[in-house]
């Protein structure tokens, strides 16, 4: 009886460790958090241009024995273009919260809810570069995130295109929800992770 008992447990640990799911943010850049930075001066000679319909704003969450996909359905924003060039022009983005969607009606329900966005006390999200830098591949994005009514200033990297009067961002990166106070822990036997992978596909529209 023993014996089938030590088995047994033995099972159950075997299919714990087996069945927990890879973290979707592990293989993605962490983007760099510290508290918020003074916005530039918008330039006089920049064009203002806002994004496509087909821009995209997604991201992918995890527990221990899972992971979801989700995005915004509504959210607006511009590219303010100086010189075609794009270390001297600057990204503004503002996220309607309240059209958070996910793969699950009823996770969708939650993430709206207090234990989360909380969209009702913070229907919008917004995020307004600071600075566009070179870097070694693509370029580093600095901007004040507000999420959660938490500001801070992040850093990511992205690529940057610029092609017939249209620009393209697209970036795929990793954030703490921890760091903006969204810090619902899940069950005890299936804690959900810290990291939040995030992805962005922003079109403009030609000039």
């Known amino acids: ?41 918008p330039a006089a000679d920049g064009t ?26 509504v959210f607006e924003g511009q ?16 996220i309607d919260t309240t059209s958070l969607w996910s793969d699950s009606d009823k996770l969708t329900g939650h ?4 234990d989360f966005f909380d969209v009702e006390t913070y229907p919008s999200a917004t995020f307004t570069s600071t600075s ?26 992205a690529e940057i295109e610029i092609d017939e009067g249209v620009v393209t961002v697209t ?3 990793a954030i703490k929800r921890f760091d903006f106070a969204i810090e619902y822990p899940g069950m005890k036997d299936d804690l959900i992770r810290d990291e939040v992978a995030l992805t962005l596909d922003l079109r403009t529209n030609a000039h």
């Not at 693509?138 to 990511?156: A, Q, W």
């Open 48 to 73: 203002l241009l806002g994004f496509s319909d087909d821009s995209t704003i997604a991201w992918t969450g995890s527990k221990v024995t899972g992971q979801h996909e989700g995005g915004f359905h």
């Open 132 to 157: 566009i830098e070179a870097a070694e591949s693509g370029y580093l994005v600095t901007g004040n995130l507000d999420l959660h009514g938490i500001e801070k200033s992040i850093r990511f990297p």
């Open 79 to 94: 590219v303010n273009l100086v010189n075609q060039d794009p270390t001297a022009s600057s990204v503004s983005v503002t």
């Open 171 to 173: 970036a795929s990166f």
């Open 111 to 114: 993430l709206k809810s207090p």
């Open 1 to 41: 009886m023993r014996k089938n008992a030590v088995l047994m447990c033995g099972l159950i640990a075997f299919v714990a460790l087996v069945g927990c799911a890879a973290d979707p943010a592990a293989d993605k850049p962490d983007a760099e958090v510290s508290e918020t930075r003074p916005e530039s001066e």
